[in-house]
């Protein structure tokens, strides 16, 4: 998800009908400079080498969504494919179209540095105390829902370690109980903080290291 201005000029972005490394181009309806989705950059055009900025998203499925923003809207597009559901479980995708969850990572990157994290690691962890650069963060998975989530580890100017316990997600310094999806906490020393939210994006594997190749990959400690 990006924000659509551009050196104080609002873009209208669509699909171009372009690929790029088997992926996605947008283009951009003021300029027709034909953007990448994926790295949110003008690869061509008058705005050759400009970024748009990114907001953090989550990816996650309606009723996850709805219990938790019971307010939201909801934009509603024509319908050309399959929706995308939960299962029973995570590895029970009830649809042969959507890719498996051992094929999908959520990355962090910066003009310097790329750092992704593997659904299939995340299914077993559920949380993951990490680093990216110089930020502490907080990548974390709802299993009922299938939603990953990155965010910073500092709350209130202290910086907190996190684990699951009993289905609940848990900092190990106040024992206050966190909202795997949104970051808040429902219980506890901190009920109603919110963790910053970072912008995570979730991608298929190859896709990530073909536009971030020097990207690095959280593993498991032996």
């Known amino acids: 998800m990006y924000a659509r201005r551009v050196d104080g000029r609002t873009l209208t972005l669509a699909v171009s009908g372009l690929l790029w490394e088997s992926s996605l181009v947008m283009i951009d309806q003021e300029t027709q400079s034909l953007w990448s989705h994926l790295l949110g950059e003008a690869m061509q055009g008058p705005l050759q080498g400009k970024k748009l900025d990114v907001f953090p998203s989550s990816m996650t499925d309606w009723r996850a969504w709805r219990s938790r923003y019971?307010?939201?809207?909801?934009?509603?597009?024509?319908?050309?494919?399959?929706?995308?559901?939960?299962?029973?479980?995570?590895?029970?995708l009830p649809l042969p179209t959507l890719p498996l969850p051992d094929a999908l990572?959520?990355?962090?990157a910066n003009d310097s540095a790329a750092k992704c994290w593997r659904f299939?690691?995340?299914r077993v962890e559920l949380a993951?105390?990490?680093r990216?650069?110089?930020?502490?963060?907080?990548?974390v998975f709802d299993s009922e829902s299938g939603t990953a989530s990155v965010f910073g580890r500092q709350v209130d100017?202290?910086?907190?370690?996190?684990?699951?316990?009993?289905?609940?997600?848990?900092?190990?310094?106040s024992q206050s109980v966190w909202d795997p999806v949104t970051g808040v906490a429902d219980s506890g020393?901190?009920?109603?903080?919110?963790?910053?939210?970072?912008?995570g994006i979730v991608s298929?594997?190859?896709?990530w290291f073909t536009f971030h190749p020097d990207s690095t990959t959280w593993a498991p400690s032996n």
């Open 132 to 139: 990216f650069g110089d930020v502490e963060v907080l990548v």
């Open 189 to 199: 020393v901190h009920e109603g903080r919110q963790l910053s939210k970072l912008p």
């Open 128 to 130: 993951i105390n990490d």
């Open 120 to 122: 299939d690691d995340l």
């Open 204 to 207: 298929l594997k190859p896709a």
């Open 70 to 92: 019971p307010d939201s809207t909801v934009m509603l597009m024509s319908k050309t494919t399959n929706e995308y559901r939960r299962g029973v479980h995570l590895n029970e």
């Open 157 to 173: 100017g202290g910086m907190h370690t996190f684990r699951f316990e009993d289905n609940k997600l848990i900092d190990d310094q």
């Open 105 to 108: 990572i959520i990355g962090l």
